[in-house]
């Protein structure tokens, strides 16, 4: 009995060493598998390239992990940069801006007045796979473009210095006070800093990167959209100055016109004393401001005139 005993202990434990060693086996199996292999996921507005990183292959560009991906199995060592896929924006100065709040593009115009300009620029990332590839090789692994900060260290390094030189560029075409209050030409010249802007942009960076912000990823890529405010003279005593000269203008305007009216005043009252005389454009304008009322009686009509009333002759007389 003694034997049977001690046989049947030492059949459940060899079972329950086995139930044991099999679980750790598991999640030794388990934790081999994660770090052999890797899983990617990627937010709604963030798309994912997917570069190997293997001991035994190149670190080059693999595939693209769609927006809003889940666990993605890929390869031990490989790695995913993220970029974003939604409207983005650069802006300079004012609220909201990517800049100093103060901050401003400095232009000279035409006439030699240094001016402040403040932009907005908005834009979507190209999700042409090939494209997107080339832009994190040539600029995204250069600025950490994939992460928040690097991204606005790449606008700071690649945006701003062409927008500077598209609106330098243009700003020479126009005299400061027609970028200052003139409606038409200010547009005139947002539309020509734009096309400057859509020039040099490429050439900087080294592809057509950017698409307007109405690209989804299937449309055309479009162009980005490029805003000015008011150039803005850094000097104000020139805008107080354009203000007094306006003022001036203005009041001369008013004078000129109320000279006007009264030539034409006096010519009809010329007019009128050639016709009545002098003593009859007197009564004329005497009973014309009811100074002097009259009435016309017929003849034969009974009416009581009161003492000391001025009367004309009846009609006819």
């Known amino acids: 009995m ?15 060493a086995k139930v044991i060693g099999g679980g750790i086996v598991v999640v030794l199996l388990l934790i081999v598998l994660f770090n052999v292999f890797n899983f990617a996921s990627t937010d709604a507005n963030r798309i994912g390239l997917h570069y190997g990183g293997g001991v035994i292959e190149d670190k080059k560009f693999k595939s693209v992990i769609p927006p809003g991906s889940t666990n993605k ?9 993220d970029y974003p896929i939604d409207q983005r924006s650069y802006i300079i100065g004012g609220a909201g801006a990517d800049t100093d709040s103060a901050d401003e593009v400095t232009v000279v115009s035409k ?27 040539r600029i995204g692994l250069k600025t950490d473009a994939y992460t928040e900060r690097g ?32 409606e038409a030409k200010k547009a005139e010249f947002q539309t020509a800093a734009s096309k400057e802007f859509t020039r040099l942009l490429p050439a900087a960076v080294g592809g057509d990167y950017f698409c307007g912000p109405a690209y989804n990823g ?22 107080d100055g354009l ?34 005389g002098a003593q009859g454009y007197l009564l004329k304008t005497a009973i014309e401001s009811g100074k002097i009322q009259f009435m ?7 009416v009581a005139i009161p003492p000391g009333a001025a009367t004309l002759p009846p009609a006819g007389n």
Request: aromatic share 8%.
């Open 2 to 16: 003694a034997k049977v005993g001690t046989t049947t202990v030492k059949s459940g434990g060899s079972v329950k």
């Open 111 to 137: 006439d030699n007045v240094r001016l402040g300009v403040r932009v907005q620029v908005y834009f979507t990332l190209n999700r042409d796979k090939n494209v997107l590839a080339s832009f994190h090789e």
């Open 296 to 302: 016309v009686i017929p003849q034969g009509t009974n």
């Open 73 to 81: 199995m890929i390869g031990p060592g490989d790695t995913v940069y």
């Open 218 to 239: 299937t449309n055309n890529c479009g162009e980005l959209s490029f805003t000015v405010q008011k150039p803005t003279p850094l000097d104000k005593g020139i805008i």
């Open 243 to 276: 203000e007094a000269k306006q003022r001036a203008e203005l009041a001369k305007a008013t004078q000129e016109q109320t000279n006007q009216r009264v030539n034409v005043e006096l010519q009809s009252v010329k007019q009128q004393v050639a016709m009545l």
């Open 151 to 182: 991204w606005n260290d790449m606008l700071q390094s690649y945006f701003r210095p062409q927008i500077d030189r598209a609106l330098s560029a243009v700003a020479t075409n126009y005299n400061w006070a027609e970028l200052y209050n003139n």
